[in-house]
């Protein structure tokens, strides 16, 4: 039976799972929206900003191991959206975005607000899909998905001229294909066996592929505990994946976060051989290509990522396996675990033991705005097992690392890339998604600014998060980073800020907010906020420009460790 191409791309994307898409709508394509509105299959979350809609998708996608599916209009709405597919881009997060075309007769012309998407995000996507034949949109939508889920996950784009969603098309629907998973060879399982029984100080690192893997599936966090437990390994969770091991298990290893400090790099270099176990390396997590080192790393590297093309493009792994991370554990788990595993204990403690000394709950107080750690700390003694917290980038966000200890039935949602401006999407998605639960967003001065205003979408849409905003009046990563490169440049030059009042702003919104002045005033400030459960709540607190980050303050042209 004939139908319009917009019933078609809405049929393929019910077929596929979809509940959830976030858009800015665009004249582009209402011929689609007005097919979604009709069938109203999906709820469509019309947010005010594309970089916010883009962003709640890549949050949603990692909420629910799928893609998760923004639309935005041509041109001006898809370069206001760019910042979030870079952002899927790097973090490997599964994603779709529907993006409005000119004509199709227009094409070439530079027509209003035409761009070339190939060219335009070919840097930034998986694969761009155009489609120009109507009976090819089912299709699109399939090759879409898989795509975007498929081996190292990322972000596909779907390109819809404005007049194909009238036409009609005789095509069936395209059915989802299915979700591959690659299993890893039995002789290299037997070969990780081996260098894992002799290893005297393994150091295994976990991150975004194996958190995938675990979101809906507990039995996946379950076989990693045993598997660190019974072959006595220290795991450490990767950046912006602290919720992948209890932080404190007593197998927990340090988190291999951003510039991990000194004391605890120092000992995890003492390690003579490293397993990047669904973790696919990257500057961040390597120390600047420093640990392991590039392209030849300085101790046996073992590397397990689901994606052939990549294992092996940067380092030299001894041994690589192409493979789902959780069916390289449960492959080891088969194996059982060597005699002698035990003598590692002394190894595992002494990382641990500095990870604790990290974790710690201490912090000198500053005397120009409270230490954000004050707040930090405040917040983990409210959050329930099963919270999320997401945080914008900045280093205020370095508190959170340092302060909280994340567990496995928490979720964490950032931009690994440490795009500004992910903090509060991700909130609202993340409200959308696990209504009733704890939601948490941390944000600076400066990302709040950015996309704030999606406050207005969870209003709208009737989500509660907290944010809670680390005002320092300054950009104030920048100004760390420039201060310790031009130590003698006057301090915060070129990253202050003006900022409005914050709780004032939230209010302006119909959040419930509250202003934290003082360290005295964080107890009460921090219930209150929990106390809320009605509206969202903007907590604006004052905090030290001084104390650039959980580990560095400034004092009297000093940096101190
Ligand atoms: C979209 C985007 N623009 C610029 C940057 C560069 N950048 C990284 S952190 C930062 C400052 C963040 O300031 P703020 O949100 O106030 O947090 P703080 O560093 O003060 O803790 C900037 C500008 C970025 N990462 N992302």
Known sequence: MSK??????????????????????????????????????????????????????????????????????????????????HSAFHDATAMVMLIGHVERRDIGRQALQEQNYSRLLSDITKQVIEVIDPNQASEAIARAFHTAETATPGPVAVILPEDIFDQQTDATIDQPRARIASAPREQDLDQLAALLTAAERPLILVGGALLAEAVHD???????????????LPICPTHRRPQLFDADHPNHGGYMG???????????????????????LTDTVSQSYNFPTAPEPQLPLIHVWPDANEV????????????????????????????????????????????????????????????????????????????????????????????????????????????????????????????????????GDGGTLMTGNEIATAIQYGVNPIIIIADNGMYGTIGMHSYVRYPDRPFMDGTRLTNPDFAAWGRSFGAEAITIRY????????????????????????????QMSAWRRYTEGEVLP
């Open 4 to 85: 319009s191409v917009a019933r078609q791309l809405a049929e393929s994307l019910e077929a596929h799972d979809v509940d959830r898409i976030f858009c800015v709508p665009g004249e582009s394509y209402v011929g689609l929206t007005s097919e979604l509105i009709e069938r109203n299959s999906m709820q469509l979350i019309v947010c005010r900003h594309e970089a916010g809609a883009g962003f709640m998708a890549v949050a949603d996608g990692r909420l629910r191991n799928r893609a998760g599916v923004a639309m935005v209009s041509r041109g001006p709405g898809l370069a206001n959206a760019m910042v979030s597919l």
């Open 218 to 232: 507990q039995a996946v966090f379950d076989a990693l505990t045993r598997l660190s437990e019974d072959w006595f």
């Open 258 to 280: 951003i510039r991990v400090p000194p004391k605890q790099i120092g000992a995890m270099k003492r390690a003579d051989l490293m397993v990047a176990l669904g973790e696919r």
């Open 312 to 443: 092996g493009r940067v380092w030299r792994p001894n041994l690589g396996i192409p493979a789902s991370p959780t069916e390289v554990i449960n492959g080891l788990l088969r194996r059982g675990a060597p005699a002698a595993a035990e003598r590692r204990r002394e190894w595992i403690s002494e990382l641990h033991d500095i990870h604790l000394e990290l974790l710690a709950k201490d912090w000198e107080p500053t005397s120009d705005g409270i230490n954000f750690a004050a707040i930090v700390c405040e917040v983990d003694k409210h959050l329930a097992p099963n919270a999320t917290i997401t945080t914008d980038a900045g280093n205020f966000a370095s508190h959170i690392h340092r302060y909280i200890g994340f567990r496995q039935g928490q979720m964490f949602l950032a931009s690994v890339v440490g795009a500004m401006g992910s903090g509060t999407p991700m909130a609202v998605a993340a409200a959308l998604r696990r209504p009733g639960t704890q939601v948490v967003a941390f944000l």
């Open 519 to 546: 360290e005295s005033e964080v107890a009460d400030g921090i219930a209150q906020a929990f106390a809320v459960k009605t509206r969202p709540v903007v907590v604006h607190c004052l905090t030290s420009a001084m």
